[in-house]
């Protein structure tokens, strides 16, 4: 998922960041609460953080599918559902699923027999009947989606006219259907639509069929590759679909596909080239794409603060859509999800910054590939901030802080200092390959590193993610001396930063003479609050610049 930065959007636009926090929306058309409502995550983040969504008992089973038969009802906003889940079951405890109060459950069965339940405000508890291993709950319910967090399920009003979609992230997938809504727990979905005829309706995966009666159509949708239940989706509108028929690194042959509305104004030839573009840089850079069978789409929505990287089917918002020139990042950074968030999913919402982190960072090296190392640099200091809020690791409230995305960034931007960008490169390509199509945590990542290095990362993974907030913040001092020919520098650095006592970590130097020609580089590891550098070097320097390249996540101020 984007956010996009209010800032970045207060120099695109002043008007955009004033209709958002008003209540409008930027789009032609729309109307006041229409749709865009805003960002209401903070009560569902502390229901992760305080365990009242995820239950022990959903550690003990394990979801193999999902069949999800919906029927949209959009004259009264109501949908009608039959979502069967196969699993496995460890133990003789009941079957607790996550899943909204909101809805009418006509029917509870588990394999075949009516089952008993009960319900609270986030799950649904299902008789065992004292059995073990596989098992297969079918619920039949309908009712009225609730509108909460991010526009987790809406019928919108748009030009006269319906439009609906979901946005699951984090924790909203269990508003529209009931599943294990651990972000590790994934599975294979097939998705079922119904509605009516003048609507496209989209999911994840490969489309295996579309049948019609009378004034309705059925779409059915198959995703064999496992999906984390976040990630999965639903699009119906009278869409507009372009398609180009791409070939992967790997020789796979498949389709890139815009779902747009048919007011949306867009290149589309600029627009799919540049999805092909980004498909074969990452494909290089971190391994083939991992859903050629299926498919990568982009779909318009109405949900106008970023985009959401449903897998297969990334959803952006329609004003980024329309002024898509100015917001390439966008694009960019839910592509690159496919790789890390979706196909290497995060084993807890603790480890988010595996997602947002890798997908921030891929923006850069995008931008390093379209115009070299000044534009990495100059993307890196555009995500340069003091991140005092929270560590990396377990952000708590700030799930969708800069702190996960552009820190996250610098970390990887750091540890590739550490590490040496070629070993680096190798140290991504196999998280990717080692990982692929399941989740990984924080820690497992930190062990691949160790193991390709062989060093020990315990050090930089306490400072940068697992407790430190904030970043370095030195103070120095310069003294130069020609002392009997020889031109002798000493530097004091004092670290003053309260977020972390000592930070470890590889600092340049750059010395520049008189002359443009007399450059000269060094490069030390300061293990220490306070550090005393002497350099003696073939001229007096004018000019002295510490991280010359932009490596380092910290600020420098004379004492």
């Known amino acids: 998922m984007l956010i996009f930065p209010l800032v970045l959007v207060i120099i695109a636009g002043g008007l955009f960041i004033y209709a958002l926090i008003m209540g409008y929306d ?17 009560p569902t983040l502390r229901q992760i953080e305080d365990e009242s969504y995820f239950l022990p008992e959903q550690n003990k089973i394990d979801i193999s599918h999902y069949n999800i038969a919906l029927k949209l009802n959009t004259e009264s906003d109501m949908i009608d559902c039959e979502v069967t889940v196969d699993g496995i079951k460890k133990g003789e405890d009941n079957i607790f699923l996550n899943f909204y109060p909101n809805y009418t459950i006509r029917k509870v069965e588990l394999n075949g027999v009516v089952a008993d339940y009960e319900r609270d405000e986030r799950h649904v508890e ?36 319906k439009i609906v979609y979901t946005l699951s992230e984090p924790v909203f997938a269990s508003s529209w259907f009931p599943c294990n809504d651990l972000p590790a727990d994934k599975a294979t979905v097939r998705m079922i639509i119904t509605a009516d005829s003048s609507y496209t309706c989209l999911s994840n995966g490969l489309l295996q069929k579309v049948s019609g009666h009378d004034n309705f159509k059925t779409w059915e ?16 509108a009278p869409y507009l679909r372009y398609e180009k028929n791409i070939q992967s ?31 074969h840089y990452f494909e290089e850079t971190f391994g083939p794409y991992p859903f050629p ?9 109405l949900w106008n603060f970023g985009a959401m990287e449903n897998q297969t089917i990334t959803g952006v918002g329609s004003y980024f859509l329309n002024e898509y020139e100015l917001y390439e990042e966008i694009f960019i950074h839910e592509l690159a999800h496919h790789w890390w968030g979706n196909a290497v999913g995060p084993a807890e919402w603790k480890d988010v910054w595996l997602n947002e982190g890798f997908a921030t960072y891929s923006e850069a090296l995008w931008y390093e590939k379209e115009g070299g190392k000044k534009a990495l640099k100059n993307f890196m200091m555009s995500k340069f901030e003091y991140f005092e809020s929270s560590p990396l690791y377990n952000p708590s409230t700030h799930l969708f802080d800069d702190l996960v995305y552009d820190k996250g960034a610098w970390t990887l931007h750091m540890l590739g200092r550490e590490t040496g960008d070629s070993l680096f490169f190798n140290i991504l390509r196999n998280y990717y390959s080692k990982f692929k199509y399941k989740n990984a945590s924080t820690a497992q990542f930190k062990n691949l590193v160790e193991e390709f290095t062989g060093k020990n990362f315990d050090k930089f993974f306490d400072q940068w993610i697992y407790d430190g907030r904030g970043i370095i913040e030195l103070k120095y ?20 930063q309260k977020g972390y006592p000592v930070y470890n970590f590889p600092l ?41 390249e932009s490596r380092l996540l910290a600020d420098f101020n004379k004492l």
Not at 221 to 232: A, E
Not at 509 to 526: A, C, M, Q, R
């Open 26 to 42: 930027f789009y032609p058309g729309g109307e006041k609460d229409d749709y865009g409502r805003g960002y209401h995550l903070f």
């Open 477 to 496: 001092r310069i003294q130069k001396y020609l002392i009997e020919r020889e031109n002798l520098v000493e530097i004091n650095l004092r670290q003053y």
């Open 221 to 236: 949708w198959y995703s064999g590759k496992p999906i984390s239940t976040y990630l999965i989706a639903l699009y119906a």
């Open 508 to 548: 340049d130097i750059k010395f520049s003479g008189k002359d443009s020609n007399l450059i000269h580089i060094e490069s030390v590891y300061i293990v220490s609050s306070d550090t005393l550098l002497k350099f003696k070097t073939d001229f007096l320097p004018e000019k002295i610049k510490f991280d010359p």
């Open 293 to 301: 069978d299926q498919k990568y789409a982009v779909a318009e929505f």
């Open 249 to 279: 690194v790997s020789g796979d042959n498949f389709k890139l596909e815009l779902y747009l509305y048919p007011e949306t104004t867009i290149n589309i030839e600029k627009n799919l080239s540049l999805h092909e573009k980004g498909i």
């Open 126 to 161: 299902i008789d065992g009947n004292n059995i073990s291993g596989s098992f297969t709950v079918k619920i039949t319910y309908d009712g009225y989606p609730e509108d909460t967090g991010t526009d987790a399920f809406c019928f919108r009003k748009f030009k006269d006219r």
